[in-house]
C-alpha cells in the first residue's frame, strides 16, 4: 500500500512553521521595504510632495498585503494589522525626522488607517493552496 504525505488542512490560518505574529512582521516590513524605493524615485523625479509619498505608501500596503496574503495565507485581519503597524514606524520616524509631536499625530492619522484599509484591501485576493 502507497504512503502517501499528510495534507494541511484547509482551514490552517498561517504558512507551516510561522506563526501569525511573524507573518505581521514579515507584512509590515514589506510595507516599508516597498514603501522606500518609490519615494526615492519620486524624489528623483522631482515629484516629491506629501500626496505622492502618500500614493506610494498605499500601494505599498496593498502590495505587501497581496504578497503576505498570496505566499503565507495569513488573514485579512493580520494584513491589515501589519499595514498599520508600518504607518505606526514610519509615523515615528517622522518625530526623528521633525521633533515634533503634532507631525507625528498628524502622520499616525493618516498613515495608521491608510495601511490598515490598503493592505485589507490588498488581502482581498486568494491565499495560497494547501498541498
Known amino acids: 500500500m502507497p504512503r502517501h504525505?499528510?495534507?494541511?488542512?484547509?482551514?490552517?490560518r498561517a504558512a507551516p512553521g510561522r506563526s501569525r505574529p511573524r507573518w505581521i512582521a514579515i507584512g509590515g516590513g514589506?510595507?516599508?521595504?516597498?514603501?522606500?524605493?518609490?519615494v526615492a524615485l519620486?524624489?528623483?523625479?522631482?515629484l516629491g510632495s506629501p500626496a505622492v509619498a502618500?500614493?506610494?505608501f498605499a500601494a505599498a500596503a496593498a502590495a505587501a498585503g497581496?504578497?503576505?496574503r498570496a505566499t503565507g495565507g495569513v488573514a485579512r485581519r493580520d494584513a491589515a494589522i501589519?499595514?498599520?503597524a508600518a504607518g505606526a514606524l514610519l509615523a515615528l520616524v517622522a518625530l526623528l525626522g521633525t521633533g515634533t509631536p503634532w507631525t507625528v499625530g498628524a502622520a499616525?492619522?493618516?498613515l495608521v488607517p491608510t495601511g490598515a484599509a490598503l493592505a485589507w484591501v490588498g488581502a482581498l485576493g486568494r491565499a495560497r493552496e494547501a498541498g
Open 5 to 12: 504525505l499528510p495534507v494541511l488542512r484547509a482551514d490552517d
Open 30 to 38: 514589506l510595507v516599508v521595504l516597498l514603501w522606500v524605493p518609490l
Open 42 to 46: 519620486a524624489g528623483s523625479l522631482g
Open 54 to 56: 502618500l500614493g506610494g
Open 66 to 68: 497581496a504578497i503576505v
Open 82 to 84: 501589519s499595514g498599520a
Open 108 to 110: 499616525a492619522l493618516v
